[in-house]
């Protein structure tokens, strides 16, 4: 069984900057690609960064060269710098790995918790 678990998120003034995290827990053989998405009320849940296990990243046009993701391939941890944070990137955010678990063919894109990340004006 793999759970993954966020943490960060919180209430920001506009300008300002926050950290989320998010680990993959339990039989773990590989984590291939790992993302953040986001959902506002009202909307769609959307991407909003990925990273693949080369490292090559791919960015929400609204958040490039505001936010940054990277990722521990050892302890399957991925991470999601925010800076000058807006209040319409107000929404919850979720983390996504793609886990290859022990013993197991393939992978399953496996979701964390949710945490709120609001943006005041």
């Known amino acids: 069984q793999v759970q993954l678990v966020e943490s960060g998120g919180g209430l920001v003034q506009a300008g300002g900057s926050l950290d989320l995290s998010c680990v993959a827990n339990?039989?773990?053989?590989?984590?291939?690609?790992m993302g953040w998405y986001r959902q506002a009320p009202g909307h769609q849940r959307e991407l909003v960064a990925q990273?693949?296990?080369?490292?090559?990243?791919n960015y929400q046009d609204s958040v490039k060269d505001r936010f940054t993701i990277s990722r521990d391939n050892v302890q399957n941890i991925v991470y999601l710098r925010m800076n000058n944070l807006k209040p319409e990137d107000t929404a919850v955010y979720y983390c996504?790995?793609?886990?290859?678990?022990?013993?197991?063919?393939?992978?399953?894109?496996?979701w964390g918790q949710g945490t709120q990340v609001t943006v005041s004006s």
């Open positions: 339990g039989s773990i053989l590989r984590v291939y690609t």
């Open positions: 990273i693949t296990r080369g490292l090559v990243t």
């Open positions: 996504t790995q793609d886990v290859q678990a022990l013993g197991r063919e393939g992978y399953r894109s496996y």
